[in-house]
């Protein structure tokens, strides 16, 4: 039960009782008072009961469950998901037969998917919550991937004393190469152009 | 496919009610057609066009899994 409407002799009454029929503390509902009640004349005539509506209030954890069920239902996409907090951050976890296809062309799709979850999510709760989403260790692959790729393409730098142009990165994945190579002796990294094509140039130092 | 670009518009929008989807065959896949409240263009379209894009990833990746091809247009 998420949520009941109750009458009764006052508004204070009424929300005693919704508090015990729902389970639930003050601090975890919002109170709607849809009619305030009156004693009416000599309190007989015309008098009339408070009604209430009471409802248990959505936690982020909820919100973030009901989104990502939904959307994954409507693309049709056989995949399970977890949602844990740590600390400032809401991560979902997915898991099952369609990951690679929740994931996409290096992680196309699942950068949209957290994208549009992340502006519902905030758009339906009243706080500001930050969600990261990942599918079987597939954010921490693409980094140990892209550190791979910043070094040999150091290398190539250094030997060629050329430019390296990368392909198109969200600034996360831009973050990463900057920071492999950040204190390397021979190269250095500048971000160039326009989301969402922004890439990494790596340059010789002189 | 009409119900998956539905849910996001109406979840995205300040107006649900003014958001109408329309989907149709041609000879190369799925069209959807989604109109939106003219104030909520935003809110479909994102900077440089970021959340149309992100849409638009979300119903390629609902047309992979059953092999066929989706285009999104978003009419004003």
Redesign the interface.
């Given at each position: 039960m998420k949520q009941i409407e109750i009458e009764a002799g006052s508004i204070e009454e009424a929300v005693k009782e919704a508090l015990i029929k729902l389970g639930a503390r003050r601090e975890e509902v919002d109170i709607e008072v849809i009619e305030e009640g009156s004693r009416g004349f000599l309190g007989i005539i015309g008098n009339r009961l408070a009604r209430v509506r009471v409802k248990i209030k959505e936690t982020p954890r909820d919100v973030i469950e009901t989104?990502v069920q939904?959307?994954i239902y409507?693309?049709?996409?056989d995949v399970a998901f977890n949602i844990s907090q740590s600390g400032l951050y809401w991560n979902v976890n997915f898991e099952g037969p369609?990951v690679r296809?929740?994931i996409?062309r290096r992680g196309?799709?699942i950068?949209?998917?957290q994208?549009?979850v992340n502006?519902?999510v905030n758009?339906?709760l009243n706080e500001k919550v930050h969600l990261i989403m990942d599918a079987e260790g597939y954010r921490r692959r693409r980094e140990e991937t892209l550190r791979r790729l910043a070094r040999r393409l150091s290398e190539r730098v250094k030997r060629t004393k050329r430019d390296v142009v990368l392909e198109p990165m969200t600034p996360q994945e831009r973050r990463i190469i900057h920071m492999e190579l950040k204190e390397n002796p021979w190269v250095y990294t500048v971000s160039e152009g326009?989301?969402?094509y922004r890439k990494v140039v790596i340059s010789l130092k002189r | 496919m009409k119900?998956?670009i539905e849910?996001?518009a109406k979840?995205?929008v300040d107006k649900p009610e003014d958001v109408e989807v329309a989907e149709f065959q041609d000879e190369k896949g799925v069209v959807v057609e989604l109109k939106v409240a003219p104030e909520d263009m935003g809110k479909v379209i994102g900077k440089?066009g970021?959340?149309a894009?992100?849409?638009r990833?979300?119903a390629?990746?609902?047309a992979?899994?059953?092999g066929t091809k989706v285009l999104v247009e978003i009419l004003s």
């Amino acid at each position: 039960m998420k949520q009941i409407e109750i009458e009764a002799g006052s508004i204070e009454e009424a929300v005693k009782e919704a508090l015990i029929k729902l389970g639930a503390r003050r601090e975890e509902v919002d109170i709607e008072v849809i009619e305030e009640g009156s004693r009416g004349f000599l309190g007989i005539i015309g008098n009339r009961l408070a009604r209430v509506r009471v409802k248990i209030k959505e936690t982020p954890r909820d919100v973030i469950e009901t989104t990502v069920q939904e959307i994954i239902y409507a693309m049709g996409i056989d995949v399970a998901f977890n949602i844990s907090q740590s600390g400032l951050y809401w991560n979902v976890n997915f898991e099952g037969p369609d990951v690679r296809l929740l994931i996409g062309r290096r992680g196309e799709t699942i950068n949209a998917l957290q994208f549009i979850v992340n502006m519902i999510v905030n758009k339906r709760l009243n706080e500001k919550v930050h969600l990261i989403m990942d599918a079987e260790g597939y954010r921490r692959r693409r980094e140990e991937t892209l550190r791979r790729l910043a070094r040999r393409l150091s290398e190539r730098v250094k030997r060629t004393k050329r430019d390296v142009v990368l392909e198109p990165m969200t600034p996360q994945e831009r973050r990463i190469i900057h920071m492999e190579l950040k204190e390397n002796p021979w190269v250095y990294t500048v971000s160039e152009g326009e989301e969402p094509y922004r890439k990494v140039v790596i340059s010789l130092k002189r | 496919m009409k119900e998956l670009i539905e849910l996001i518009a109406k979840s995205l929008v300040d107006k649900p009610e003014d958001v109408e989807v329309a989907e149709f065959q041609d000879e190369k896949g799925v069209v959807v057609e989604l109109k939106v409240a003219p104030e909520d263009m935003g809110k479909v379209i994102g900077k440089q066009g970021k959340i149309a894009r992100a849409i638009r990833t979300l119903a390629k990746a609902k047309a992979a899994k059953t092999g066929t091809k989706v285009l999104v247009e978003i009419l004003s």
